[in-house]
């Protein structure tokens, strides 16, 4: 069996990439290598994969129809679309591009599975789609018209593209709603990687507002846990939330992460930005149900496995110095 996963090189989608492999599956993965932060990080997150012979990488830019048309081609049987320019304050800068990127390029994979007969796709979505939402936890039932960010207006028009698309060609499409995921390889401008390399420096940790802001933190294995039956259960069109349901504030995660380091953090408190939402909180019954999701993760396992990876990945030759802090 062959599946085409986007953003392939990405933290979500690598560790993903690697699962796949190991069960069995031929992957195709795209990923442009962008330079959102260090490409030199993504291409070390798939060296692993590169060794194995059912893994075929395609450097393209899911934007690119003909290069979108030629990797899905006859044989592709799966699409698993988490490729996507990310981060909710860098999109209130950049707007377009986001847009550009988010939306139009997953109508692109859309038109390729359409015209090769693709029957089953999963669009890898995100909590920022709640906005500010008044009532927790967040169930898949809830309102989401008003996103506070480009970026969250970019994954629900991507929910609406995704259920055209459904509703026209008879395509089973699955949307995961993506709750604060982090773990090993998770990205360098995310709280706990960006936290956890300023505390080993010495360096203040910025905490916008007061710091009680709540982010329902969810372990990257459970995550993969929660995709693996979506895709043997993709059939209709459906919308659910993978999290671990059990926000902390931002002050409580900069105290499990000094225990994790065992060092003391500065802390720098500054105004709140626009676009942050004050809470994530996953309501994962329907996910639980229907997919037998059950985070196990606890944010204090999670942190020390985390730990364990960055301090291992420092000492690995060729760490890029943008990675470690140092330029």
């Known amino acids: 069996m062959k599946v085409l996963v986007t953003g392939a090189a990405g933290f979500i989608g690598s560790h993903l ?3 796949l492999l190991r069960d069995g599956w031929t992957v195709a993965a795209v990923d442009n290598f962008d330079d959102f932060y260090d490409p030199a990080v993504k291409r070390r997150n798939i060296a692993g994969c590169l060794e194995n012979p059912e893994f075929q990488l395609i450097e393209a830019d899911i934007r690119d129809a003909g290069a979108m048309d030629e990797a899905v081609g006859d044989d592709v049987e799966l699409i698993i679309h988490l490729a996507a320019r ?5 999109s209130i800068e950049q707007p377009e591009l986001y847009a550009d990127v988010n939306v139009n390029g997953t109508v692109t994979l859309l038109e390729a599975a359409r015209e090769h007969g693709v029957k089953r796709f999963i669009f890898g979505s995100s909590s920022s789609v709640y906005g500010d939402n008044e009532k927790a936890p967040f169930a898949e039932s809830d309102n989401v018209d008003f996103p506070i960010s480009p ?14 698309y459904h509703h026209l060609y008879d395509m089973s499409i699955t949307c995961l709603r993506f709750f ?3 773990g090993p390889r998770q990205r360098p401008d995310l709280a706990i990687h960006k936290f956890a390399r300023l505390i080993e420096q010495g360096k203040p940790v910025p905490i916008y507002g007061d710091g009680t802001m709540e982010r329902d933190f969810t372990y990257i294995d459970d995550i993969i846990a929660g995709i693996l039956p979506a895709i043997g259960k993709c059939r209709g069109f459906n919308i659910y939330n993978l999290g671990h349901s059990s926000p902390i504030s931002v002050n409580e995660l900069v105290d499990e992460l000094e225990k994790a380091l065992g060092k003391k953090a500065a802390r720098e408190h500054l105004p709140l930005q626009p676009g942050d939402v004050k809470r994530t909180y996953a309501d994962v019954s329907k996910a639980s149900s229907d997919l037998g999701y059950n985070p196990t993760t606890s944010i204090e396992e999670g942190l020390a496995t985390f730990v364990r990876w960055l301090r291992a990945d420092d000492q690995r030759p060729g760490t890029p110095a943008e990675e470690t802090g140092t330029r």
């Open 17 to 19: 990439a690697e699962r």
């Open 180 to 182: 604060t995921v982090y």
């Open 151 to 164: 970026y969250a207006a970019t994954k629900k028009a991507g929910e609406l593209i995704c259920h055209t």
């Open 86 to 90: 990310a981060g909710v304050r860098p």
